[in-house]
């Protein structure tokens, strides 16, 4: 029987909240982003024995926020922390920001620990840096029995100079929204058995996903019940294919009113105001089910929470909008009808559904399934929708107290092909009865199907001289190519598929000699492909990491359909021994970022800088407008452009890119905040509307980058100075630009030139879209820029110091014996103005805006260095 009404018992629903926040690392107290207040732990009660610790700091800060990520905790050996708490059931958040941290003896990818509260297991071999992400929060809901809650950290046995560290701990004291064992007849349904699963207080969790469907994210200090949790933003993360239904809001006249059995802290308003359904064709449903997948660890039991409230007048009566639920392809639920399962108390009160899942230790086990369908036999009303608020997945302990176990492969899918353990979405959902017999005979049917299809793919395969991979399983667990529709490996002519053996070759067996950097998906290592004959760059992932997957796909995907002189170029892949590995052109010089500051390499020259941005706008100008729909990069910056051994600049990295407006009109791309700090559009943070602006305003604060070699942003430096984008644009309107640049390169450039290039980083980065350049304009204001400093240089117009760098330094200017790719001659002259409007094609300019052209594309990893 599922869990419709909330089975926290009476004591419970008056709980008091309190929390415990620790600055790791922090010699004193900081205020957070949401007000409150952490405590530094150096000088705290809670690190007894600290001195065998080490407070570090990063070298980079990188896109984070300063609390709690800017100082660490270090351990080399085993250390504890001890945490005065009232019993009862505590959330646990650990914060991690991977980075080299300040300390010669420290290396990052040595990074690897196990956590523990207790008797629980929280992280096992853990490593922030192989987890894909420039930041990240481990969740956790453990009972405390006692007055101490004790973190023990431990580094693992290998390598050899392991250690552990966490940036932030977070305590925060919870009324039990998951035991079940004070009321029998709420314990969730083993999904697949006629059994229920008891969750009781003996049992830990960890939070898997917690999912705002249909609405935008919410923010912690936004939660219920000062719980402080994040919901996440369901598209494009979780919600599966192209069949994603409709979002809407709830009527504006209408109040969520939570009964008795459910407190407000279950959910917040905002999670329960907004929903996702199949739309309003029936027709067009009863062909398809509304799905969203969940990465998790094989060889757990899994709580799955869904949250439902009707919200809109059109279903004011019992019988409209009845669905069956599905979970990894079994029948969780039938015929539910929210208006019935709230006790037909009407619109607006929410109610929420549990069942407990079984991951099996398999390799087709990788995505837990959450499907709606309509059902077919719900009466004259029907309206054969289905429809959800709410999600989420929370990993429960195993029987040794263990949450910690290494992912199996995360292998991708193709679109369109069937994936193992995936409910169909095809019509033979349109009853329930044939519904039902679909999933009693659905093992062995999809153990059939699976069987014919790999056959006949093999022998299809034979006949044209290829090979269903290396691990000889079918062509839906491969990479897929954007050029093929049918099931099969990435085109050769496009994507080259490596096998392991190859790639050990290429390393010399991954020999720590050749490694060039280490960044979020893993480690990169200079190798050579075909005999020595090309060096190339080998980015390694970690396949038992919870992340990198989507990064991996999305890398494939994009690099494999551009090609661009200002892009990285991707030259194969190889998914093979559980390893996700990809192989780009060799990039000799680094990135922009290690020519600019915090280096021994020598400063670039002004013209070089210019002839490097030139290049870069030229990438994203075609990612923009170049494709049959637009490439938004979103993680512009100077560690994303990368220089060959000719210093022609390259764009790279492509984890976080998303496709721009696709349908006629449409503007904008409604997504979930990504991005590095100190690059983000405003006006995309604020409305996380995403457009081709947003890579311009990131692209304005890599021109503030190159001209006044500094970081984007710099804590140490008074308030408004930090955000270099903010200061750059103030001195710009002061007239006082000059005081902020390279002094490298001051008497280099004339007052002149320096105001036209910094015109442009002032456009690019203004607050609102519409009044930022195009790319292409961006291009053509470098140009102009770049022909106005030859001039100057040609005629002795400008000083310059050492006329030699350019001899010591060979350029590969992007403007040279290239066609310009588009010549918008009319884009400077359509409105009136009396100043020269940097990057036009002459001196009489527009006083409007730049409008946008093609410029920057590169997926090779920032961290390719």
């Known amino acids: 029987m599922s869990t419709s009404i909330d089975p926290i018992s009476a004591q419970n629903s008056t709980y008091v909240p309190s929390d415990i926040l620790v600055n790791c690392g922090s010699p004193g107290n900081s205020t957070g982003p949401d007000g409150r207040t952490w405590v530094g732990d150096a000088n705290s009660n809670y690190a007894v024995g600290a001195d065998k610790t080490i407070t570090a700091t990063p070298s980079s800060q990188g896109s984070v926020q300063k609390v709690p990520y800017m100082t660490a905790r270090i351990f080399q050996t085993q250390f504890t922390y001890t945490f005065p708490v009232s019993p009862g059931r505590k959330f646990i958040r650990l914060y991690f920001y991977p980075s080299n941290y300040t300390n010669p003896n420290l290396v990052d990818s040595d990074s690897s620990f196990s956590v523990s509260a207790g008797p629980f297991t929280l992280l096992r071999n853990f490593s922030a840096l192989l987890n894909g992400q420039s930041s990240l929060v481990r969740e956790f809901s453990i009972n405390v029995t006692s007055n101490a809650l004790k973190l023990t950290f431990a580094p693992a046995a290998a390598p050899k100079n392991a250690f552990a560290f966490v940036n932030g701990i977070e305590i925060v004291s919870m009324p039990d929204i998951f035991a079940s064992d004070s009321d029998p007849l709420n314990q969730p349904p083993l999904v697949g058995t006629t059994s229920t699963f008891v969750v009781d207080q003996y049992t830990a969790l960890q939070t898997v996903a917690r999912v705002n469907v249909g609405g935008k994210t919410v923010n912690p200090p936004d939660d219920s019940g000062l719980l402080y949790r994040t919901w996440e933003n369901d598209d494009p993360k979780y919600i599966y294919a192209a069949a994603s239904g409709v979002t809407y809001p709830k009527d504006p006249n209408l109040t969520i009113t939570y009964p008795a059995s459910i407190p407000s802290y279950i959910a917040p308003t905002d999670v329960y105001g907004t929903a996702r359904s199949m739309g309003p064709n029936p027709q067009l449903n009863l062909k398809f089910n509304l799905t969203w997948t969940v990465p998790v660890h094989a060889g757990f039991y899994y ?192 994507c080259r598929h490596f096998s392991f053996a190859e790639i050990r070759a290429a390393t010399n067996d991954f020999d720590e000699a050749l490694l060039l950097g280490v960044g979020g998906f893993g480690k990169v290592y200079n190798g050579s492909i075909d005999n020595g004959a090309t060096r190339v760059a080998i980015k390694r992932g970690n396949p038992l990491s919870e992340q990198g997957v989507h990064e991996f796909q999305t890398e494939i995907e994009m690099l494999s359909k551009l090609r661009h002189r200002h892009l990285v170029s991707l030259i194969g892949y190889c998914e093979e021994d559980c390893e996700m590995i990809l192989v780009y052109d060799y990039m000799g010089q680094g990135t922009l970022r290690e020519h600019l500051y915090r280096t021994q390499n020598p400063p670039l020259p002004w013209k070089q800088r210019l002839d490097i941005c030139i290049g870069a706008a030229r990438g994203l100008h075609y990612l923009h407008t170049g494709v049959k729909h637009p490439i938004i990069h979103r993680d512009v910056k100077t560690t994303n452009i990368l220089l060959d051994d000719n210093w022609v600049a390259k764009v790279s990295d492509f984890g976080l890119s998303k496709t721009g407006p696709t349908a006629l009109g449409d503007t904008h791309v409604s997504t979930v905040v990504k991005g590095s700090f100190g690059y983000l559009d405003p006006e995309y943070f604020r409305r996380q509307q995403l457009t081709e602006k947003s890579d311009v305003y990131s692209f304005g604060v890599v021109l503030f980058e190159v001209l006044c070699a500094r970081p984007a942003l710099n804590t140490a430096l008074p308030a408004e100075e930090v955000s270099l984008a903010e200061w750059g644009l103030e001195c710009v309107k002061r007239g006082t630009i000059g005081s902020i640049v390279d002094p490298y390169l001051k008497g280099k450039i004339s007052q002149e030139y320096l105001k036209k290039f910094a015109e442009t980083a002032e456009k690019c980065v203004a607050e609102q879209g519409i009044d930022r350049p195009t790319m292409g304009d961006v291009v053509w204001n470098l140009e102009f820029a770049l022909q106005l400093q030859e001039g100057a240089e040609d005629g002795g117009g400008v000083l310059e110091a050492d006329t030699d760098d350019d001899d010591e330094v060979p350029l590969a200017l992007a403007g040279k014996g290239e066609r310009r790719e588009s010549e918008p001659s009319s884009w400077f002259s359509t409105t009136s103005g009396s100043s020269v409007n940097v990057g036009g094609r002459s001196e009489e300019s527009s006083g409007s805006a730049l409008t946008p052209s093609a410029v920057f594309s590169e997926i090779l990893h920032a961290a390719g260095r």
């Open 303 to 494: 709580l799955v929470r869904l949250h439902f409230r009707e919200i809109s007048s059109k279903v004011a009566q019992i019988n409209t909008r009845v669905f069956d639920i599905f979970i990894n392809n079994q029948t969780a639920k039938t015929n539910l009808d929210v208006l019935v399962q709230n006790k037909r108390m009407g619109l607006g009160v929410p109610v929420y559904e549990d069942y407990v899942v079984l991951l099996p230790n398999s390799t087709e086990s990788q995505y837990l399934w959450i499907a709606l369908h309509p059902n077919t036999a719900s009466g004259q009303h029907a309206g054969y929708d289905a429809e959800m608020n709410g999600l989420e997945v929370f990993k429960l302990n195993g029987s040794t107290g263990n949450l910690a176990g290494p992912n199996p492969p995360m292998l991708i899918r193709q679109p369109g092909s069937p994936t193992p353990g995936a409910p169909s979405n095809k019509s033979s959902h349109g009853s329930s009865a044939g519904i039902a017999g679909g999933v009693v005979g659905g093992a062995l049917a999809l153990a059939l199907l699976l069987l014919v299809v790999w056959v006949v793919l093999k022998k299809k395969r034979a006949r044209q001289g290829t090979d269903l991979g290396s691990s000889g399983g079918p062509s839906w667990w491969l990479p897929f190519s954007p050029y093929k529709t049918s099931t099969s490996s990435l085109p050769s002519k496009l």
